[in-house]
């Protein structure tokens, strides 16, 4: 079975500082994609950013960048020039080829960007 | 197209109704997803379609739920004799399927409440 551990239930950051997001998945596959989704209060989750485990190169999108350690078998989200829009509940995610493409998620973490 | 919508967006039924859920995914993605989340918790794969054959079902879901993908195109979720068990958020992704199209779009969800 797979499973996304997401340990920090809640984080705080000022506005324009930086925060980082731990998760950590198991995994038997050596093929599989990971993915960090943003879902703010009441509204639909959006995709944030995505990394494919077979490339080494970590995934960044704009303010946003993951630290992939395959090995470790984590995947942290970095926020940086935090904005009080990033406020939302963070959930890791992961997938592979065997299982449809559905996807498996962490418990979620709720950030608070403050002023 | 505007994205992946569900309706209705809130739901409360009495204990041992019936109640039935519509998603109409992004039109040219093949592949649909339902999920559930409770509070506090990040969404459980319940079941999936590629195009009208439902491929992949959650052992989360019993036999009081039924889903259908007819021609391919909306999806339905029932839920036959409601619990209070029952009572979440109840999210719908598609996309467009394959190792190269695994972002997944949300609806907005449909929150059912068990009364």
């Known amino acids: 079975a797979q499973t996304v551990t997401q340990s920090q239930p809640e984080m705080s950051v000022q506005e324009a500082e930086t925060v980082t997001l731990s998760c950590t998945y198991d995994t038997s596959e050596n093929n599989y994609y990971l993915f960090w989704y943003k879902q703010p209060p009441s509204r639909q989750m959006i995709l944030v950013i995505r990394q494919e485990a077979y490339k080494q190169q970590n995934a960044t999108e704009n303010r946003f960048s993951v630290n992939f350690q395959k090995a470790a078998k984590s995947f942290s989200l970095k926020i940086s020039d935090s904005q009080l829009g990033d406020t939302a509940m963070y959930f890791c995610a992961f997938i592979d080829s065997n299982s449809g493409y559905a996807l498996n998620f962490g418990k979620g973490t709720s950030l608070l960007v403050t002023p | 197209d505007t994205g992946v919508s569900q309706d209705p967006r809130h739901k409360i039924t009495k204990r041992g109704q019936n109640v039935t859920f519509r998603c109409d995914p992004i039109s040219e993605h093949n592949r649909l997803y339902w999920y559930r989340q409770t509070l506090g918790q990040g969404p459980e794969f319940l079941t999936y379609?590629?195009?009208?054959?439902?491929?992949?079902k959650s052992r989360l879901l019993s036999d009081r739920f039924s889903a259908e993908r007819p021609k391919g195109s909306f999806s339905t979720l029932e839920i036959q004799r409601t619990e209070q068990g029952d009572s979440a958020m109840y999210l719908c992704?598609?996309?467009?399927?394959?190792?190269?199209?695994?972002?997944?779009?949300f609806g907005q969800g449909t929150r059912l409440t068990v009364v």
């Open positions: 379609f590629q195009n009208e054959a439902q491929l992949e």
């Open positions: 992704a598609s996309s467009q399927g394959g190792p190269r199209n695994t972002e997944a779009f």
